[in-house]
């Protein structure tokens, strides 16, 4: 099923349904800008951390901003990532599912990315913005007055640091995220975001950094060596999410060795198709 908005064709996956139940269709607040928040990763598996970047994301825009946050997405992406360890996306939606709808009142999981062709971030970006906007009309007032939503991308500062890389990120695209929709970065040990905001300077307006008041390095990565290595992982994940990997028999193996391919049929100078998962949420 094909889906337009006015500058992009969109293909959906069969039987593909953009979830909305958690969408706030009403501004509290009639004063305020609408917004949705979508990040994008391997969710490899999903951690608190993860979902710590939401709650941190929340508190910034409650505190510091003239905008409102009528919803919150993760965005698993596709299978054709093709990253070693990469279980199938089905597992990956399936964690992401179970770990938002018992851990979080408020956040919610897409699956258009994660059963599809390898998408860039501003692609996904654009998708949201047609399924929210476009498909179901975007949110109201109290009083009845329509307000478009602003997608806007919740990341990672490392992310950042590589967009301010030559040659990583295509111009195009960097417009589109940086620009037309924007930016909350979570800042991490190990990343400078004064010298990566310093080269997207004319972007500056729409990259809001994020402080991590309480440092925490819980990746995906670690998580899955715990798996490996028989030790516990409670507390790290959802119980839930735990519980289904256990049953599925997943991450028992490095998935280590050659990325046979990697990059292969994928726009010349998009880079970020190595780089999106460790740099947009931890891997």
């Known amino acids: 099923m094909a889906a337009q908005s006015s500058s992009t064709t969109f293909t959906n996956p069969p039987n593909y349904t953009f979830t909305s139940h958690r969408l706030n269709r009403t501004l509290n607040v ?30 910034f825009v409650r505190q510091n901003t003239n905008f409102e946050i009528v919803g919150s997405y993760l965005s698993p992406v596709s299978d054709q990532y093709k990253k070693p360890g990469l279980v199938r996306a089905h597992h990956r939606v399936k964690i992401c599912t179970l770990a938002t709808e018992q851990e979080s009142s408020g956040l919610m999981v897409d699956s258009w990315e994660a059963f599809l062709n390898y998408q860039r971030t501003a692609v996904v970006l654009d998708h949201f913005d047609y399924e ?19 997608i806007m991308l919740l990341a990672g500062s490392d992310l950042i640091s590589t967009m301010s890389e030559p040659g990583v990120w295509s111009h195009n695209d960097l417009d589109r995220i940086l620009g037309r929709y924007g930016t909350f970065v979570i800042e991490r040990t190990g990343s400078s975001m004064d010298q990566a905001t310093d080269s997207l300077a004319r972007w500056r307006d729409n990259i809001y950094p994020i402080p991590q008041l309480i440092q925490n390095d819980v990746s995906s990565t670690k998580v899955r060596l715990f798996f490996r290595r028989g030790l516990s992982v409670q507390y790290l994940i959802p119980a839930a999410v735990i519980e289904y990997i256990k049953q599925n028999n997943l991450y028992l193996e490095d998935g280590s060795g050659p990325e046979k391919d990697k990059g292969k049929d994928k726009e010349s100078g998009d880079a970020e198709t190595s780089l999106r998962d460790s740099g947009s949420l931890q891997s």
Request: charged fraction near 20%; charge should be neutral; hydrophobic fraction near 35%.
């Open 30 to 59: 009639s004063t305020k800008q609408p917004i949705v928040l979508v990040a994008c990763g391997s969710f490899n598996p999903i951690t608190y951390h993860h979902l710590r970047m939401f709650e941190m994301a929340n508190d």
């Open 132 to 150: 929210i906007n476009t498909v179901l009309g975007g949110v109201s007032t109290r009083d009845g007055e329509h307000r478009d939503v602003r």
